[in-house]
Structures are given as structure tokens and as C-alpha cells.
């Protein structure tokens, strides 16, 4: 495929990288296989304990240098990194698509997150402002500033193969740390194109070695970054149960975590929604990635007075999805991963349908041509009770739970019950309504939003959520802190040495 040579994937692959050279490893063999037709796209030779050894030095070293390049000098490499992804853009978006199983249009659209958040990061560098305070002592100055912290390890999931290391990445860089990014071992080839990429611009800049260290592998080097204290933050996305592994081993050594965890996102569909608008939302937000989104649409809290319409107008619009090679743009809803997705989304429908859910949308595994890869599915509806068990749990499959509701405090309290708290929605027109959704009694969703879908969040607010999503910040706004320590500076250009608080101490 002529998007692997432009984005320099060969048939074997080294899977360790210091940025700008790749280290011989003896570590296993790692086959990619594409979802969309369960063909071997190509391998990779993964980290071993000696190659990652060699990585973090390479990083340590470099944050040295690093560190004392001015932000906005930062800033300029990470424009031209930006520069290079529109160049590759339709490659790389392809391999997102093809390696993943998403569709073209959000492979494109990753791509695209990746030269926002570029542009985003660009601009930070000239306002990594601190804070001055006015001193309670006389001839006194003082104020706050930020230092870069130095090597931040960022694990990554599959759905997102490339987007959201580059939050994590871009700001840190600005920031004048450097980083060490653990894939998912699912999707290995698009970081290796991501480091092709970067490793041009960093040789045009004479960038230090071990600015951007690759180090592809199963939860063992996850494990290894998780422990390592020479990594003082770790940013780690996926499941909750990986997150609190991550978060207990970081906490372990007092390092810190970010973390960007499971989603259980629900709509509420207001009597005074627009409904062309709330289902549009809905199906977008339930099927986009085939499920496998953190901010999925799992939940349609919907009211009673409207529940059979949009029941109804949700059933027509299941039947209009087209499902297949992601690659065809005229297909709405590409395979999951891998066929362990598959068997957990079967899973799931059997224990909806034991608890008594009722599928107006069946579910099921695609057959016949274009399908031989087996991990293409049906997305399917369930009515289901808020009580569910299956329904307070996160599946990443297109399985969508329609619930009903009879007031607001209802809606909103059967959205808040579930152990996650992500992303969440309210589709009204009435002021009233929207206000309450997001006051203080509303949403404890990190992400609460009004008349628009769960998912698709804009990299300009900061992304994170609440509860069991692990409480982490990534991407915009002031998220540019996690990557940092703060230290609060005290300068005295008096000639005396007056104490805090009027404390007397003389001798």
C-alpha cells in the first residue's frame, strides 16, 4: 500500500527510538493485522529491559539541554512538526484508519487533532505565565513560575492511536520536558510513522537525542514507566482498571498520574429538544469508531412524553448505517479491534438480555464478503433500566441503553449514577433546563455539554473526567500545568530581614 512507503513502514520494524535513531531490541515480535480485512499489515520488534534502559538515558540527557531552549524556540520545532503532520496528513490518516478500523474521515480527523493541537501549543509557548503577589513585607517581591519537569512517559490506547499522545506530547515539549511514548501494542505501526515524521524535523533543528522516545510493548513496559522513578509524570490512557494499576504504582513512588479513563456518557433528550439535532447527536456519538470511544454515547435518557418517537426515529436510522471497509467513505461504521472486542460485545448483549433488556436493534457479528476478518459488528439498542448492571458498565462496542425519565432532577441523577464520568449531554431549548444540567446540582461529568453530542470534544478546553475516568487534563485551556512544577519565588531588595507574619527573631 503506497501509504506505508510515504510514511516509511517496512515488513519489519524496529519498535525503540530515542527520536531521532532506532536502538537494536531483543524483545518479541509484535504482528500488526488490520480489522478491516484481518490481513498482516506488518511486525515490529518490541522493547526489551535493555532498550529501554537506553531510552531513558538518551532522555535524561537530553532534558538537560533541552530545558534551556527558550519556549518560544520550542515552540517554533513544534510549528514545523505541525507542518510536516499536513504534509502526511492523508497518509498517516489512512494507517490510522486501516491499522485501527475507524473510518477515513476520523482517521483524517485524528490527523487533524494532531495539527490543532500543534497550532494550540505553538501559541502556549510565549504564555507559560506565572503569577506575581504583592509581599506583606516591605522591599519584598513575590512571585510564581514554572519549570519544566522533565521526562513525561505517556501510554496510549489503540481507539486513539496517534491523537492523544500528541496532547500530551506537543504542550510538554513547549514546556521544555521531554517524553517517552508506550503505544498500544494494537496499533504499533502508527507510531512508528509519528516518530518517522518528527525524527525529519528534529534533524533539520539539531534537536538532542531523546526528546522523543518510542518504546512499543506489552503492559510489561507499561509496567517499567509505571515504577520508573526517573519519570516524574506519567500520563497513561485507557480502561479504569489499567488506570488505577498506573495510578497506584505512580502513587507508590509519590510521582504523579494523569489519567484518562473508561466513559459510561449519556444523553438526556429532553420534551423540548430539537430532535433532529438529539438524534443526529446520538447516533454519531453511539456508532463513531464503532463504540470504541471514551466519550461514547452509551446511555439515552430520554422523556417519557417523547420516548416512542425517538425510539422510533432512532430504528429508521440504525437501518440507514452502512457498514464495512473503513477505508470506503460511503461506510458509517468500521470492525472493532480485534475479535476479543467482539466476544466482549457479545458478552454484553447476553447479559443485557439476561437482566431483561429488550433489543428493538439487534445485535450481532457481520458475515459473508468483506467481513472476513471478523470483528465487523452490528450496533444495536437495548431498552434497559438504570439499575442494569451491564448498563453502569463501560463495553467499547456500539451498544447504545435507552432509558426513560419523567423530571430534570431525574434525568440528571440517573446520568450521574454510573461509576464513570466523562463526557455528558443535555438536548433542550429551554434555558432553564440547559442551566440546571450545568450548575453545580447538574452534570459530575468533566465534559458537560448542550445541544451538541458526548463526543468530538475541540482541543482548545482542557479533556478529562470525573469519578473512574481518573480525574486527569489533557489538550487545552490551562492543562499545560500538569506538565510542570510551580515554585513560588520570595526576592528581598531591602536591608533588613523582616520575618512573615510579624515574628520577631533578634539576636
Known amino acids: 500500500m503506497e501509504f506505508l512507503k510515504t510514511l516509511k513502514i517496512e515488513e519489519k520494524n524496529k519498535g525503540v527510538s530515542t527520536g531521532t535513531n532506532w536502538i537494536n531490541s531483543n524483545g518479541e515480535t509484535i504482528d500488526s493485522f488490520s480489522p478491516v480485512d484481518g490481513k498482516k499489515i506488518a511486525s515490529v520488534t518490541a522493547t526489551d529491559k535493555e532498550s529501554y534502559e537506553a531510552v531513558v538515558k538518551k532522555a535524561e540527557e537530553a532534558f538537560k539541554t533541552w530545558r534551556l531552549v527558550p519556549a518560544p524556540k520550542r515552540g517554533e520545532i513544534v510549528r514545523q512538526i505541525g507542518e510536516a503532520l499536513r504534509q502526511h496528513k492523508e497518509p498517516l490518516g489512512k494507517l490510522v484508519s486501516y491499522e485501527m478500523g475507524k473510518s477515513l474521515q ?226 458509517h461504521v468500521g470492525p472493532l479491534i480485534d475479535k476479543a472486542a467482539v466476544s466482549m460485545y457479545l458478552d454484553s448483549i447476553e447479559k443485557c438480555k439476561i437482566e431483561g433488556g429488550n433489543f428493538i436493534v439487534e445485535g450481532g457479528v457481520m458475515s459473508g464478503e468483506g467481513y472476513e476478518s471478523g470483528c465487523y459488528v452490528k450496533p444495536c439498542i437495548a431498552e434497559a433500566q438504570p439499575g442494569f448492571k451491564i448498563v453502569q458498565h463501560e463495553t467499547f462496542a456500539p451498544i447504545l441503553y435507552l432509558l426513560k425519565y419523567n423530571t430534570i432532577e431525574e434525568a440528571i441523577a440517573i446520568q450521574n449514577e454510573v461509576p464513570q464520568g466523562l463526557s455528558s449531554s443535555i438536548m433542550t431549548l429551554n434555558l432553564r433546563e440547559a442551566e440546571q444540567f450545568l450548575s453545580h446540582a447538574g452534570s459530575d461529568c468533566g465534559i458537560a455539554n448542550v445541544n451538541i453530542g458526548t463526543s468530538g470534544a475541540e482541543i482548545g478546553g482542557a479533556f478529562g473526567g470525573e469519578k473512574e475516568t481518573g480525574g486527569g487534563r489533557e489538550s487545552g485551556s490551562d492543562a499545560w500545568k500538569a506538565y510542570m512544577r510551580r515554585q513560588t519565588n520570595t526576592i528581598n531588595f531591602s536591608n533588613s530581614l523582616p520575618l512573615a507574619q510579624g515574628i520577631r527573631f533578634d539576636v
Open 106 to 331: 476520523e482517521g483524517y480527523g485524528e490527523v487533524q487533532e494532531m495539527i490543532d493541537i500543534c497550532d494550540f501549543a505553538v501559541g502556549l509557548s510565549r504564555q507559560l505565565y506565572g503569577l506575581t503577589m504583592h509581599s506583606e513585607r516591605p522591599g519584598h517581591r513575590m512571585y510564581e513560575q514554572y519549570h519544566p519537569l522533565g521526562i513525561v512517559g505517556i501510554i496510549s490506547s489503540f481507539n486513539f492511536p496517534v491523537a492523544v499522545w500528541s496532547w500530551n506530547t506537543m504542550l510538554a515539549w513547549v514546556c521544555g520536558d521531554v517524553c517517552i511514548w508506550k503505544p498500544s501494542e494494537k496499533v504499533p505501526l502508527c507510531s512508528i510513522a509519528c516518530q518517522n515524521i518528527i525524527s525529519e524535523v528534529f534533524k533539520k533543528n539539531n534537536v538532542p537525542e531523546g526528546v522523543s522516545g518510542l518504546v512499543i510493548g506489552g503492559r510489561e513496559v507499561g509496567e517499567w514507566m509505571a515504577a520508573d522513578i526517573r519519570i516524574p509524570l506519567v500520563s497513561a490512557t485507557g480502561s479504569t482498571a489499567m488506570g488505577k494499576a498506573v495510578g497506584a504504582t505512580v502513587g507508590a513512588r509519590l510521582g504523579r498520574a494523569l489519567l484518562e479513563l473508561g466513559g459510561n456518557n449519556a444523553i438526556i433528550i429532553s420534551k423540548e429538544a430539537d430532535l433532529d439535532i438529539a438524534i443526529l447527536g446520538s447516533l454519531f456519538g453511539a456508532v463513531g469508531t464503532a463504540g470504541q470511544r471514551c466519550t461514547t454515547t452509551r446511555r439515552l435518557i430520554i422523556h417519557e412524553e417523547i420516548y416512542d418517537t425517538v425510539k422510533n426515529k432512532l430504528i429508521s436510522a440504525y437501518k440507514q448505517l452502512r457498514i464495512g471497509n473503513p477505508l470506503d467513505q460511503k461506510n
